[in-house]
């Protein structure tokens, strides 16, 4: 494991804090003033650098709020702890502008100070996990099996030029595709030309599609080149094709048929050699039906139907797409990435997302904006997400799906692993759709259940309650993870909000190997 760098010219601050954590199991590496540990960040590899920097505000040679800054510059991921004897206002607010994870004022209880540490440890390794899963799937994020099956047909059609017709909700990511199945292809170095045809008007569209010569109509005083032009050699992206008018089918129908066509005003045939991609999020087969849409260009156009399903089906990817665009979003605006809370993740995985993916990549933007804190937790979701409408401020922090895991049960089968899901509680994709927060109270479900269990154990002569109701909720909890990614423990990890490194220490630690 990567040591924690402790910076402090307090001989005592330094040792303190070396036991404490060595008791703890985490490694350390110590520093009396900034200059040092610059310069062993930069003579640092993968392997040695710091885990967690924990630096005081005030040394010899030079402020810990300038090193969190040169810091952040270099190592933006790396969580930094600032501590001061000096609780001032400016100090705090100068530390969480700078990006600190969090501030510690001296003197501190060194039990809490681990305890902080340990969670910016599972911070940062949670990090980690999200990165390696961003970095297997850099062009689309997902790793629901909708999404596979996605991810597999643009693998299976990237050695061909068939016509594929992309359908899907809006804001589901039918572009995504689309320019994955360029890039992909033998034509990934000819250029990747789109059009929405439901947004430029009827009459402009003819000329947008196909060009226009000079004099063709008023205001047109040059040759224009149209889009099946400029993607010669390429890709044209034709979206929301339901919504062409009609005349206009004919003339597409032509183009793909053998290639040719003719400019607006113009009588010499000019030929293109492109690959047609068109998505809709009509019903093609009904527009059809309806006479709104050409039946032979309906067949010309479905060779290779590819489906996209919403983000209410997917919904085991919104915390990975959620700390995606939350990274985007802070990367164009120039600040520092926020964090979301596993509650505010459990309130998002309870929401309909009718605008899909796009509806929660706007989300992001809001809350790098709007969120008040660097964590954001429930309350700070916006409005459209409706926490502040479906549940009470106090218990805003708990997301609504999490009750139901466990039923009230006697302690005997709390203590038994088979006893899991045994009770008459729906399944949680059931939950999710269906369950309203408002309903759920304070103490039911599995809290009663904890409840009954520790009152049972309290009453006898055992002193160590704590660690034996925690060691048997987190061996619930791993175990439920593990089954539901099929024994994949990085996807586990994921899903649980911790780290790798966490998961594997506490199979090992529970016995679950």
Same mark, same amino acid.
């Given at each position: 494991?990567?040591?924690?760098?402790?910076?402090?010219?307090?001989?005592?601050? %330094?040792?303190?804090?070396?036991?404490?954590?060595?008791?703890?199991?985490?490694?350390?590496?110590?520093?009396?003033?900034?200059?040092?540990?610059?310069?062993?960040?930069?003579?640092?590899?993968?392997?040695?650098?710091?885990?967690?920097?924990?630096?005081?505000?005030?040394?010899?040679?030079? =402020?810990?709020?300038?090193?969190?800054?040169?810091?952040?510059?270099?190592?933006?991921?790396?969580?930094?702890?600032?501590?001061?004897?000096?609780?001032?206002?400016? =100090?705090?607010?100068?530390?969480?502008?700078?990006?600190?994870?969090?501030?510690?004022?001296?003197?501190?209880?060194?039990?809490?100070?681990?305890?902080?540490?340990? %969670?910016?440890?599972?911070?940062?390794?949670? *990090?980690?996990?999200?990165?390696? =899963?961003?970095?297997?799937?850099?062009?689309?994020?997902?790793?629901?099996?909708?999404?596979?099956?996605?991810?597999?047909?643009?693998?299976?059609?990237?050695?061909?030029?068939?016509?594929?017709?992309?359908?899907?909700?809006?804001?589901?990511?039918?572009?995504?595709?689309?320019?994955?199945?360029?890039?992909?292809?033998?034509?990934?170095?000819?250029?990747?030309?789109?059009?929405?045809?439901? #947004?430029?008007?009827?009459?402009?569209?003819?000329?947008?599609?196909?060009?226009?010569?000079?004099?063709?109509?008023?205001?047109?005083?040059?040759?224009?080149?149209?889009?099946?032009?400029?993607?010669?050699?390429?890709?044209?992206?034709?979206?929301?094709?339901?919504?062409?008018?009609?005349?206009?089918?004919?003339?597409?129908?032509?183009?793909?048929?053998?290639?040719?066509?003719?400019?607006?005003?113009?009588?010499?045939?000019?030929?293109?050699?492109?690959?047609?991609?068109?998505?809709?999020?009509?019903?093609?087969?009904?527009?059809?039906?309806?006479?709104?849409?050409? *039946?032979?260009?309906?067949?010309?156009?479905?060779?290779?139907?590819?489906?996209?399903? #919403?983000?209410?089906?997917?919904?085991?990817?919104?915390?990975?797409?959620?700390?995606?665009?939350?990274?985007?979003?802070?990367?164009?605006?120039?600040?520092?990435?926020?964090?979301?809370?596993? #509650?505010?993740?459990?309130?998002?995985?309870?929401?309909?997302?009718?605008?899909?993916?796009?509806?929660?990549?706007?989300?992001?933007?809001?809350?790098?904006?709007?969120?008040?804190?660097?964590?954001?937790?429930?309350?700070?979701?916006?409005?459209?997400?409706?926490?502040?409408?479906?549940?009470?401020?106090?218990?805003?922090? =708990?997301?609504?799906?999490?009750?139901?895991?466990?039923?009230?049960?006697?302690?005997?089968?709390?203590?038994?692993?088979?006893?899991?899901?045994?009770?008459?509680?729906?399944?949680?994709?059931?939950?999710?759709?269906?369950?309203?927060?408002?309903?759920?109270?304070?103490?039911?479900?599995?809290?009663?259940?904890? *409840?009954?269990?520790?009152?049972?154990?309290?009453?006898?002569?055992?002193?160590?309650?704590?660690?034996?109701?925690?060691?048997?909720?987190?061996?619930?909890?791993?175990?439920?993870?593990?089954?539901?990614?099929?024994?994949?423990?990085?996807?586990?990890?994921?899903?649980?909000?911790?780290?790798?490194?966490?998961?594997?220490?506490?199979?090992?630690?529970?016995?679950?190997?």
């Amino acid at each position: 494991m990567k040591p924690i760098w402790i910076a402090d010219d307090d001989q005592s601050i %330094r040792f303190v804090l070396e036991k404490a954590l060595l008791r703890e199991n985490l490694p350390t590496r110590s520093f009396t003033n900034p200059r040092d540990v610059l310069a062993a960040l930069t003579s640092a590899t993968e392997e040695d650098g710091p885990q967690i920097l924990v630096s005081d505000i005030r040394m010899p040679g030079g =402020s810990g709020l300038d090193l969190l800054e040169k810091v952040k510059e270099k190592f933006p991921g790396l969580p930094v702890i600032i501590m001061t004897a000096y609780s001032d206002l400016d =100090s705090a607010v100068s530390a969480f502008q700078g990006g600190a994870f969090e501030y510690l004022p001296k003197p501190f209880d060194v039990p809490k100070a681990v305890e902080l540490i340990r %969670r910016a440890v599972e911070e940062s390794q949670r *990090e980690e996990v999200a990165e390696e =899963s961003l970095a297997q799937t850099p062009e689309m994020l997902g790793q629901a099996p909708a999404m596979q099956d996605v991810f597999r047909a643009i693998g299976r059609l990237s050695q061909s030029n068939v016509t594929v017709m992309i359908t899907g909700e809006s804001g589901s990511g039918k572009e995504l595709v689309a320019r994955a199945l360029h890039k992909h292809s033998t034509r990934s170095g000819g250029p990747f030309v789109a059009i929405n045809t439901a #947004a430029i008007p009827k009459d402009l569209l003819e000329s947008e599609l196909f060009g226009h010569e000079r004099g063709a109509f008023t205001g047109a005083q040059t040759m224009r080149r149209g889009r099946f032009e400029q993607a010669d050699g390429g890709t044209l992206f034709l979206d929301e094709i339901g919504d062409m008018p009609f005349d206009l089918q004919t003339r597409l129908l032509r183009v793909l048929s053998d290639g040719h066509f003719y400019r607006v005003g113009g009588h010499s045939a000019v030929k293109t050699n492109v690959r047609v991609i068109a998505a809709t999020h009509q019903n093609l087969e009904q527009r059809v039906k309806e006479g709104g849409f050409r *039946e032979d260009l309906f067949h010309r156009l479905n060779v290779i139907r590819l489906r996209l399903p #919403a983000l209410r089906e997917r919904k085991e990817d919104i915390a990975m797409l959620t700390r995606h665009f939350l990274q985007q979003s802070a990367a164009q605006l120039g600040v520092e990435p926020k964090r979301i809370s596993d #509650a505010a993740l459990g309130w998002l995985g309870t929401f309909g997302f009718p605008g899909n993916v796009r509806q929660l990549e706007n989300i992001c933007h809001w809350l790098t904006v709007m969120a008040p804190a660097q964590v954001i937790e429930p309350k700070d979701l916006p409005p459209e997400v409706g926490v502040t409408q479906r549940t009470n401020v106090a218990a805003v922090d =708990s997301p609504p799906v999490l009750p139901t895991v466990f039923a009230a049960s006697p302690v005997e089968k709390w203590a038994e692993p088979a006893q899991i899901g045994a009770a008459s509680a729906p399944p949680l994709d059931e939950v999710a759709e269906t369950s309203t927060p408002a309903t759920v109270p304070t103490g039911s479900g599995w809290e009663l259940g904890l *409840e009954s269990d520790a009152a049972a154990l309290l009453a006898t002569d055992r002193t160590d309650v704590w660690d034996e109701l925690t060691r048997r909720f987190e061996a619930r909890l791993i175990q439920t993870a593990l089954t539901a990614t099929r024994g994949r423990r990085i996807e586990a990890a994921l899903k649980l909000g911790i780290g790798r490194n966490t998961i594997t220490r506490k199979i090992q630690e529970l016995g679950l190997e």
